[in-house]
């Protein structure tokens, strides 16, 4: 059974950098799935931020949420068997429930983090 | 970019069976997913590749996609249905994924 775990820092500040890793567990991360980030705002519906692919290749492979990628980047470390999303200039509007999410099927999303809520204040 | 509209809410009664919608530009030309998501909880794959299961989730769950119009049908629905709904598609003209805004399932 694949599990998944978010984790980094609950608050950040505005104008501030968020850093969170999505821990995998019970599967390789390198076994060819696409290994996504998805957000939800407090009362909100869901938003997809970006995805990469697991499996080493000859160039990294990387799709973004064309709304957020100029301050997005996600990246895989294959030895710890993570991957990870990085957010620069946060404010107001970043703060959500951040999860990760395994891609499936046609980039359906089988395997969910719990999620980890992230609030921008100072 | 690609947009999915999704009814803001629908209400059924217990053993009725609850329709939810999920409207794109020619959407019946990709495959949609569909989402339960309880208060609290991370988002439940129900339906993937527009009409398959996931292995756990009841027969009574299962999609269509036509046209312009994808749906979940939620069959003898049970008070436990009652959840929020999203519907998902990969755009394949951006490279990117998108969900529709939602629908909150009221079982009466």
């Known amino acids: 059974q694949v599990q998944l775990q978010e984790s980094g820092p609950g608050l950040v500040k505005p104008s501030g950098t968020l850093s969170l890793t999505c821990a995998v567990s019970g599967g390789s991360i390198s076994r060819g799935n696409w290994w996504n980030w998805v957000r939800q705002p407090p009362g909100k519906g869901l938003e997809w931020i970006g995805e990469i692919y697991g499996e080493i290749d000859h160039s990294e492979r990387v799709h973004y949420n064309p709304s957020l990628r100029s301050r997005v980047t996600i990246s895989v470390d294959r030895s710890k068997n993570q991957f990870s999303l990085k957010v620069i200039s946060m404010t107001a509007a970043d703060t959500a429930v951040y999860y990760c999410?395994?891609?499936?099927?046609?980039?359906?999303?089988?395997?969910w983090g719990q999620g980890t809520l992230v609030t921008v204040s100072s | 970019s690609y947009v999915l509209t999704q009814p803001p809410s629908v209400s059924v009664a217990p053993g009725q069976t609850a329709t939810i919608t999920c409207g794109g530009t020619n959407i019946g030309g990709n495959s949609v997913h569909w989402y339960q998501q309880t208060p609290g909880q991370a988002p439940v794959l129900v339906v993937y590749?527009?009409?398959d299961r996931p292995s756990g989730i009841p027969e009574r769950f299962s999609g269509s996609n036509s046209g312009n119009t994808a749906a979940l049908s939620i069959s003898r629905v049970e008070a436990g249905d009652e959840a929020d709904y999203y519907c998902h598609v990969w755009d394949s003209s951006g490279d990117h994924s998108v969900f529709g805004g939602g629908t909150k399932l009221t079982v009466l």
């Open positions: 999410a395994r891609g499936y099927s046609s980039s359906s999303l089988d395997y």
């Open positions: 590749d527009n009409i």
